[in-house]
């Protein structure tokens, strides 16, 4: 069974820096396209970043220029560095990987229990 788990967050100041990081455990073949997401309160769940298997990347306009998705295809782990925080940023963080390949076959749609990040003002 595969898992993407996230770390990094926590609580930043405004105009701060955090690291996230998601790594996949299971038997892994590859990966394809990996994105980050996030859910604040009452809102509803939104694309943050998103980066295929060959280094391709699409940000969201909220985070573009501020926000750096990245990914080790050989540890099968995805990062997501953000500068420059404001308050709006904070949400419930959640990586998600649309098709993972094992050898078994593949597992499609699967998502990460999240990481909380919460910027102060």
């Known amino acids: 069974q595969v898992q993407l788990v996230e770390s990094g967050g926590g609580l930043a100041q405004a105009g701060g820096s955090l690291r996230l990081s998601c790594a996949a455990s299971?038997?892994?073949?590859?990966?394809?396209?990996m994105g980050w997401y996030r859910q604040a309160p009452g809102k509803q769940r939104e694309l943050v970043a998103v980066i295929n298997s060959g280094g391709g990347v699409h940000y969201a306009d909220s985070v573009q220029g501020r926000f750096t998705i990245s990914r080790d295809n050989a540890k099968n782990t995805m990062y997501l560095q953000m500068h420059s925080l404001k308050p709006e940023d904070t949400a419930v963080y959640y990586c998600?990987?649309?098709?993972?390949?094992?050898?078994?076959?593949?597992?499609?749609?699967?998502w990460g229990q999240g990481t909380q990040v919460t910027v102060s003002s």
């Open positions: 998600n990987a649309d098709f993972i390949y094992t050898g078994l076959g593949y597992n499609r749609d699967v």
């Open positions: 299971g038997s892994i073949v590859s990966i394809n396209a």
